[in-house]
């Protein structure tokens, strides 16, 4: 694929996720008691993904600033989503939690997410949903560590 082509793909991809997001975003709006950002999820999702996380490593993980990931917490920590306590290795570090609440908010987003894309997919055949998954499955491969030679053995078999 010439460069060019590679560049308008991932042009081509960016729109679509932010495309893809504002729905989901409007959804949430319309049918929600939850109103979480894109970055507030990341971040919770980041600190479920670890074993209580410092700041400092959720702020690099979203590639922000450690103030702004402060302040980002600290509204997730008001709402009861998140919690803060002192790491009992050493009392001088605070580690992040996710609070049970934070836990239930995050699976109403994860389900307004995937029922607002199941609708819009509802629209395509049986079909043109396998060439969407397919595609999907490739670029997971080209971002995750197994790679797309892993994710284009599923095309062969």
């Known amino acids: ?3 060019d082509d ?3 793909c ?3 991809i960016m ?3 932010q495309l893809i997001m504002r729905n989901i975003h409007s ?3 319309k049918t929600s008691g939850v109103f979480m950002s894109v970055q507030q999820f990341r971040a919770i999702s980041i600190i479920l993904d ?3 996380p410092s700041l400092s490593y959720v702020a690099e993980r979203l590639g922000t600033t450690l103030s702004s990931a402060s302040r980002m917490i600290e509204a997730l920590v008001e709402r009861g989503y998140v919690l803060r306590e002192a790491d009992a290795e050493d009392r001088r570090k605070l580690v992040l939690g996710v609070t049970k609440e934070g836990k ?3 699976e109403e987003v994860e389900n307004i ?3 607002t894309m199941a609708l819009k997919l509802s629209s395509f055949t049986g079909s043109e949903r396998a060439v969407i998954t397919l595609a999907m499955d490739l670029i997971r491969g080209a971002f995750s560590n197994k790679g797309v030679s892993e994710s284009l053995s599923l095309i062969q078999t």
């Open 1 to 3: 694929m010439p460069e």
């Open 6 to 8: 590679k560049l308008v």
């Open 10 to 12: 991932a042009a081509h």
């Open 15 to 17: 729109d679509t996720i």
């Open 27 to 29: 959804e949430m709006d």
């Open 50 to 52: 670890s074993q209580m």
């Open 104 to 106: 239930s908010a995050m």
């Open 113 to 115: 997410a995937i029922s």
